[in-house]
């Protein structure tokens, strides 16, 4: 994963997302998956941008299938966004950078 952006697996997701002291956005993807690349690079930009401020992290649902379930995560690419530990929202498909941070403003503002 690039510098700033965080790699999930099902071992780390509870101590890195779920009992963050800072808002989380999960980028759940697959190596498969030609949406999910093209939004790679938009990713890492928002967590160079926001580094500090925002967690950013991507998780591969083929590498932590029961996370993704768990969540019933039925498409990707999926970007939930995670406050106190709670899902607060959540974008399926392929999102602009400006459609990705008009949605953190919405929700972490």
Not at 7 to 29: G, M, Q
Not at 31 to 41: D, G, H, N, Y
């Amino acid at each position: 994963m690039a510098g700033n952006v965080l790699e999930l697996r099902d071992d780390n997701f509870e101590a890195e997302v779920l009992k963050s002291d800072k808002p989380v956005i999960v980028d759940f993807w697959a190596t498969w998956c030609m949406p999910c690349k093209m939004l790679t690079p938009t990713v890492e930009e928002i967590a160079n941008e926001y580094k500090g401020k925002y967690k950013i992290a991507k998780l591969n649902i083929d590498d932590a299938m029961d996370v993704a379930t768990n969540l019933s995560v039925m498409n990707i690419p999926t970007l939930i966004f995670f406050s106190n530990g709670q899902e607060a929202a959540r974008m399926v498909g392929a999102a602009s950078k400006r459609d990705i941070l008009k949605k953190i403003k919405e929700v972490f503002v």
